[in-house]
């Protein structure tokens, strides 16, 4: 056994160390027993051994001046041992002229009074009471609290000893009698009553049976804050007038030590004793009031007298034992309540049962018995968990008190605003916080108002949207108190269960409880306190916080470095519970490890459950946990391994980004991880990094970029001999290559990746790949293939239902259709297309599907429809703000205008084509508005003949170059009609040699039909 104190390592048996005498053995704090080192429960006992025994407490022993029950419940109190959050009430005392005094009196001296002086002050916070004959000074946050309870005086503001700030301060005067919660809010005005009418309905109905001679007990249950109190005082408010006796007494959380403290409170009331009465006048009250009631009941003065602690004259009553004078008394109540309710109906209420004393509640149950017959109605109430013991009469109703609708909440918080329309969605919040409870949503309201979050301007309510809603300390009080006055374990269970969350199965629960067998115990005891309720019984049971708020202060009230234990010991325990299904837990793994000392566990989970987010398209999501990863990783210590993992969740970052502002930010991350990579002289890392660089230029539109980036990476992975790789930067050079004209390079670099994915099992990117092959070939006119490739496109994103591949497949195919000529087939893919990508809705897909579609309507010969649903597609390529493959778009309108001979319109739209064709690599729009802007030009001004010329060659030069077979035998038939008009017959034959020869080649059968035409 090692000593605690100096480490010596002492035989298991050892008391005491051999070093340095240190008590070794482990002893019950309540019998005495010993206790082995792994002991839970003591052995003789079954008392809870304090968690640890090394764990000391940080302050000296606390016996010296606390009793000795309060002394043993901090012992065994983890809470108390570690600390915990929550408001507390300090008593600071000083002793005037203390210094001054020391001086003149010997010390032995000064120590007795200083010690008899601590103990007189121990004594009066243990009794929750003090006096106070100086003055006392509280902040506007303790005012809140103490409101109504204290007299007080406004300070102003104060300059307060470590405060930066000055502080609202109050001067407190004097204590107030002591009064309810209810009844200082009836001296502020009450919220008018809403709902309720069925309680009091009962009540009412009750009343008449009590009158009519049936005594009758009710118990009105309900959560705090439900509105017992106010459900009372409506009963009695509705009832004034009415010849009744009304009785009221209260219990308190401090009370329950006080012996027949609410029965005291009744007999004050009853016989008017003022609290500056002396024993005297109270005696006398006494006297008159009995004998007033009925002189046959004087016997009952002595017991009476005893009650209310004052001198006792009758010698018998003094001889008499506990247990009779105890009888006698309950006698004595009860005789006097008898006869007050035979000279008026009585309608005694006893308030908050949860904190009755033994003695009132004994009696009580003694009343009871035997009210059958009396004309009494007993009104009792109570919060949930405590249990009523005469529960079983028949004249007994239970009245479980309903939390408020949201209806009713709403016109709640109308009526508190001053009856006027509610901002929208300002509901919604007060509801996630208050939830139904009429207290709460009296509070919260008036907190946002106070707080300056609910402005009035001229009569209208505003609110600052996007203010922090607190929940106001007045909520949290009530809740924090109730958490408080638990015991131990369940508070501690109650604890550790507000970190899982606001529900939490049971099961993990057990696992991470300290006392797993006694959990079950624990939640019964919180649902019979209505803090918690069953949500599910299977697959697994589960629990939910009733309120939200319950969790949040069972959250905060404990220590953060005890919160972040837990979550680490929860996140331990889901890894363990959930092994085989891991995937669906690592969201809230992600979440536990992230509060939690476990940094490294957050990292790993947060990308694992930004992975799954990846894998269900919620971008938005993934980003989320990539951030959190990489934000997580910047706190950590460098390691290769730390290294590794940020470069990993900044590729996986730049993978699921959707805006501007992410591909910005991702290329200087990624430009840092690719640094990182190459000095981790990690080729794997920086082929990947290099790769999503050349991507991130791509979809920004740095093509020159993309390539050389994408070159390198490819080069890295192709040393690698690494397949999944090189698959990458490939495809993405295929696809640039497609859009810069390079076909061959394409087409390799495509007819590559196509086996590859198709061999990962990749269907998204095969589906995407094959449709873009279908494209280049289509465009250099190998359109067997071109079309083999395309529909294999449209399969495979139709067979794994992936919206997006989906249209993007259709757009490809229509494509293939457009180059070839077969307009039915381009209106159809394209409506097929745009039905998905305006569902998911896709507005990039959108524009260009509506582009081709009006150009194949057109086309059709459908041709204002078509032309106005080019324009259309145009106008949605100026909404989105992106001018990508707008040059085809422009072109085919361009076309469409030839076609209607509206040459001005068409020549516009062709030098719209050339300007857009210089802003980016688009070879193939090059070669079409080189040619329509020829067309156009040729045919609006006979002047420019030659120059309009010049740009159909340009065109031809460049398809040919290209081998852009079909639009090079559009461009041959062009350029053939511009000759003719020049007067070139013998070359505009030639070249109408040409295009036929092709179009029949290419089997271009609509273009053929037309060239024969013209
Ligand atoms: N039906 C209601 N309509 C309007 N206001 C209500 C209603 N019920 C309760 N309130 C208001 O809510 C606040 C809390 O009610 P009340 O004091 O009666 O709660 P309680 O159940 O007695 O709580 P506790 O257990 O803490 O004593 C009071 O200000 C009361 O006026
Ligand atoms: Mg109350």
């Avoid at 009569?459 to 922090?468: D, F, L, S």
């Avoid at 938005?620 to 210590?637: N, P």
């Avoid at 390539?707 to 890295?716: P, T």
Wanted: proline residues 4%; aromatic residues 8%.
């Amino acid at each position: 056994m090692k000593c605690p104190q100096c480490q010596h390592e002492n035989r298991p048996q050892a008391k005491f160390c051999e070093e340095c005498a240190t008590m070794l053995a482990r002893t019950c704090a309540g019998c005495g027993a010993r206790l082995s080192a792994e002991a839970k429960f003591c052995p003789q006992c079954a008392r809870p051994v304090a968690e640890s025994a090394a764990r000391q407490p940080r302050f000296g022993s606390p016996d010296a001046y606390t009793p000795k029950h309060l002394a043993e419940k901090i012992l065994t109190s983890r809470s108390a041992l570690e600390g915990e959050r929550k408001q507390v009430t300090v008593l600071f005392c000083d002793i005037v002229e203390s210094t001054g005094l020391a001086e003149r009196l010997d010390p032995e001296s000064m120590h007795e009074l200083m010690d008899k002086t601590l103990r007189l002050m121990a004594e009066a916070v243990h009794r929750y009471q003090g006096t106070v004959n100086q003055s006392i000074v509280i902040t506007e946050a303790t005012y809140r609290l103490v409101e109504g309870y204290v007299r007080s005086e406004p300070l102003g503001t104060v300059q307060v000893k470590g405060h930066s700030d000055p502080v609202n301060a109050h001067r407190v005067t004097g204590r107030r009698a002591p009064r309810t919660r209810l009844e200082l809010g009836a001296e502020r005005g009450l919220t008018p009553l809403v709902g309720r009418e069925r309680e009091l309905e009962l009540l009412r109905d009750r009343l008449a049976e009590a009158k009519a001679g049936h005594g009758q007990v009710v118990g009105i249950m309900g959560e705090p804050g439900a509105g017992k109190s106010r459900l009372l005082y409506e009963f009695r408010k509705g009832l004034e007038g009415e010849r009744l006796t009304w009785l009221a007494g209260h219990c308190v959380s401090y009370g329950q030590a006080t012996p027949y403290l609410p029965l005291l409170e009744i007999l004050r009331v009853n016989f008017q004793i003022e609290d500056e009465d002396n024993p005297l006048q109270i005696g006398e009250k006494f006297r008159q009031g009995v004998r007033q009631l009925d002189p046959a009941l004087e016997a009952t003065l002595p017991l009476l007298r005893e009650l209310f602690g004052l001198p006792i004259e009758d010698e018998r009553l003094r001889q008499m034992d506990a247990k009779d004078k105890r009888q006698k008394t309950f006698e004595a109540v009860r005789a006097l309540t008898l006869a007050g309710s035979q000279r008026r109906p009585l309608v005694v209420i006893v308030e908050d049962l949860h904190w009755i004393d033994q003695s009132s509640e004994e009696y009580l149950t003694f009343l009871i018995d035997t009210l059958a017959g009396m004309s009494v109605l007993l009104l009792l109430s109570y919060r949930p968990g405590y249990v009523v013991r005469s529960a079983d009469k028949t004249y007994y109703t239970r009245i479980a008190l309903d939390l408020l609708t949201e209806s009713e909440a709403e016109s709640m918080v109308a009526t508190l605003l001053g009856g006027q329309q509610l901002p929208t969605d300002l509901l919604p919040i007060i509801w996630q916080k208050a939830e139904g409870n009429p207290l709460f949503v009296e509070e919260v309201t008036r907190s946002l108002w106070e707080r300056g979050l609910l402005t009035r301007t001229d009569g209208e309510i505003r609110w600052a949207r996007n203010a922090v809603v607190e929940l106001p300390m007045t909520v949290q009080d009530i809740i924090r108190a109730r958490i408080d006055g638990l015991e131990e374990p369940v508070k501690r269970t109650v604890q550790t269960a507000a970190v899982i969350g606001r529900e939490f199965g049971h099961r993990l629960l057990e696992r991470i409880s300290e006392m797993a067998a006694e959990v079950q115990h624990y939640v019964e005891t919180l649902k019979d306190l209505e803090l918690i309720h069953e949500k599910r019984f299977f697959p697994e049971l589960e629990y939910i916080f009733k309120h939200a708020v319950t969790q949040d202060v069972a959250y905060q009230s404990l220590l953060s470095q005890r919160r972040k234990e837990i979550h680490g010991i929860i996140g331990e325990a889901i890894e363990e519970l959930y092994a085989d299904r891991l995937d669906e837990q690592v969201t809230i793994l992600a979440y536990h490890y992230a509060r939690s000392d476990r940094q490294e566990k957050a990292v790993e989970f947060a990308i694992r459950a930004g992975d799954r987010a990846a894998r269900f398209s919620a971008n938005a999501e993934a980003t989320t946990f990539y951030e959190q990863a990489l934000r997580i990783l910047g706190d950590l210590a460098t390691s290769t391994r730390r290294d590794e993992l940020h470069v990993d969740a900044t590729i996986k970052l730049a993978s699921v980004a959707t805006t501007r502002q992410h591909f910005e930010r991702d290329l200087t991350n990624l430009d840092a991880a690719h640094a990182i990579a190459r000095r981790l002289d990690d080729r794997r890392r920086t082929a990947q990094a290099l790769y999503w660089i050349a991507r991130t230029h791509y979809v920004r539109g740095n093509l020159n970029d993309a390539i050389q980036f994408a070159e390198q990476s490819l080069a890295l992975g192709d040393a690698l001999g690494d397949d999944d790789l090189v698959v990458w930067p490939m495809n993405l050079t295929g696809r640039i290559c497609t859009v810069v004209g390079d076909y061959v390079k394409a087409t390799s670099m495509l007819q590559r990746c196509v086996p590859l994915f198709e061999q990962m099992g990749n269907l998204n990117e095969l589906a995407t790949a094959s449709g873009i092959l279908g494209v280049v070939l289509a465009a250099t006119g190998e359109f067997p293939e071109a079309l083999k490739f395309s529909e294999q496109g449209v399969r495979i994103a139709l067979e794994i239902q992936n919206l997006p591949a989906e249209a993007a497949a259709y757009y490809y195919r229509a494509i293939v259709y457009e180059r070839k000529g077969e307009w039915a087939t381009v209106v159809e893919d394209c409506r097929a297309g745009l039905e998905v990508s305006q569902r998911i809705p896709d507005p990039f897909r959108t524009y260009v599907l509506t582009c081709l579609l009006g150009y194949g309507l057109f086309r059709l010969g459908q041709e204002p429809q078509g032309l106005e649903t080019l324009q259309h597609g145009i106008k949605l390529a100026e909404e989105l703000g992106t001018t990508y493959l707008l040059a085809w778009g422009v072109t085919w309108l361009c076309d469409a205008y030839l076609a209607q001979r509206n040459w001005d319109a068409a020549l516009a739209c062709a030098s719209r084509a050339l300007g857009l064709v210089t802003t980016g690599p688009d070879v193939y729009g090059e070669g079409l508005a080189s040619r329509c802007y020829g067309e156009a030009l040729g045919q609006s001004d006979p002047a420019r003949l030659e120059e309009a010329e010049a740009h159909i060659r340009r065109a031809i030069a460049l398809q040919e170059d290209k081998a852009m077979k079909p639009q090079l035998a559009r461009s041959y038939a062009a350029c053939a009609r511009l000759l003719q008009v020049r007067g070139k017959g013998d070359e505009a034959c030639e070249y109408l040699d040409k295009a036929r020869t092709l179009f029949r080649d290419l089997g271009m059968e609509w273009d053929q039909q037309r060239l024969a035409e013209t």
